[in-house]
Nanobody, 126 residues
Framework: QVQLVESGGGLVQAGDSLRLSCAAS????????MAWFRQAPGKEREFVAA????????YYADSVKGRFTISKDNAKNTVYLQMNNLKPEDTAVYYC???????????????????WGQGTQVTVSS
């Protein structure tokens, strides 16, 4: 099992930036990918971005391409989400997730992730 702790959420205005952090501990070696998902009130959890520990390959939802950047620090077992030019529609609870052991399927679905953080609220005012 991988334990995840997120930080960095908050209330900002449209156009501002925020950086989220996700510190992983436990069986981190069992998970090849980390991702950020988000969930707005009344909506399903949706994929935001992912990164593979081994190759550094990154993946993004179309809605955040060019504005968000996911990165990792292998030495610190930490993943970051730099969010620039935030929009009101980015308002949601953001969750960090670690992929299931030996999982090789799509990283765009939450079904491939077995460990989740507690979530951090991001609110963007217009």
């Amino acid at each position: 099992q991988v334990q995840l702790v997120e930080s960095g959420g908050g209330l900002v205005q449209a156009g501002d930036s925020l950086r989220l952090s996700c510190a992983a501990s436990g069986r981190t070696f069992s998970s090849d990918a980390m991702a950020w998902f988000r969930q707005a009130p009344g909506k399903e959890r949706e994929f935001v971005a992912a990164v593979r520990w081994s190759t550094g390959t990154t993946y993004y939802a179309d809605s955040v391409k060019g504005r968000f950047t996911i990165s990792k620090d292998n030495a610190k077992n930490t993943v970051y989400l730099q969010m620039n030019n935030l929009k009101p529609e980015d308002t949601a609870v953001y969750y960090c997730a670690a992929s299931k052991e030996y999982y090789s399927g799509s990283l765009y679905s939450p079904l491939g992730f077995g460990s989740w953080g507690q979530g951090t609220q991001v609110t963007v005012s217009s």
